[in-house]
């Protein structure tokens, strides 16, 4: 691991994918791509705030919102470089900026807002937290983008696409929450869960870029509902909006940029008359 003291507290480092990070296309899966901005992230915090900053039995970092890009496939058997830099922060939020490289390629952008949780609850950042981020960028973070789609989070009922998950043990971190990563695989679940009832006649399909707003991590036994929806056709993409409810309430609700590709040239190719049928059937 290496440091960069410029402005803006850069750090950075190396990650190796593993093979179990593959997906049937064989490169790095879009759920475990976002793991490795997570990884990034608390190995960041770690070289920040010290060898326990992963774990917190008082305030816990958590993500409010994460807009992740990924521009290129990644794949196993090649490191991959990463760079954390801190945005902004104020008393109540931190933004943090992690990019990853593979092969001299940006892979990954991922840009999150920080809260600060205790006993679920939000609250400001503790004092040595916001010192210690603001000693590295003296500017607040950038406002959230708006995103539109929260507006769907009110009623879950909307949603063409609905299926129940069960919780697993493995969906808990080590401070006994539901996890961002677990969160994250759910909102890919529910993406799985309408894109099997489209026939891509041939095309390819990737995701280009995911927008999750994260409402609670409060863990529970009883199953997760996962809703999806068709909220944007355009020429070559369109959007899937779904969520992730529990009977805490609202886990999270998300905005997924899908791209229909050649699967001769992994470029983007028109969606064709069928498959726009298929996905306003699917439209919210």
């Known amino acids: 691991m290496t440091t960069d003291t410029q402005p803006g507290a850069v750090f950075r480092g190396t990650l190796t994918p593993r093979y179990t990070d593959q997906d049937t296309w064989r490169h790095v899966n879009n759920s475990r791509a976002y793991q490795l901005h997570i990884e990034a992230r608390m190995q960041a915090l770690v070289h920040r705030f010290g060898p326990d900053a992963w774990f917190s039995d008082a305030e816990r970092l958590r993500p ?3 807009i992740t890009q990924f521009r290129e496939m990644s794949f196993y058997g090649n490191d991959i470089g990463f760079e954390v830099e801190v945005l902004g922060c104020d008393r109540d939020t931190v933004q943090l900026r992690t990019q990853l490289h593979q092969n001299d390629q940006l892979v990954g952008i991922q840009d999150v807002w920080l809260g600060a949780f205790l006993n679920h609850e939000r609250v400001a950042l503790p004092d ?49 929450q539901r996890s961002e990563a677990a969160i994250a695989r759910y909102m890919e679940q529910a993406r799985f869960g309408t894109l099997r009832e489209v026939d891509l006649g041939g095309k390819g399909l990737l995701i280009a870029a995911l927008d999750v707003t994260f409402g609670h991590y409060r863990p529970s036994s009883t199953p997760v509902n996962l809703v999806t929806g068709v909220s944007h056709i355009g020429n070559t993409s369109f959007h899937l909006t779904g969520g992730a409810e529990s009977r805490h309430g609202v886990h999270a609700i998300a905005n997924s940029v899908m791209v229909i590709v050649d699967l001769s040239t992994n470029r983007p190719t028109p969606i064709t008359d069928e498959i726009r049928q298929q996905l306003e059937r699917l439209s919210l």
């Open 128 to 176: 040595d937290l916001f010192s210690g981020f603001r000693s590295g960028v003296d500017a607040a973070p950038a406002a959230l983008p708006d995103e539109g789609y929260s507006q769907y989070a009110d009623d879950f009922s909307r949603f063409p696409v609905q299926r129940e998950l069960t919780p697993r043990y493995a969906d808990l971190d080590a401070d006994s």
């Open 64 to 66: 409010l919102r994460a």
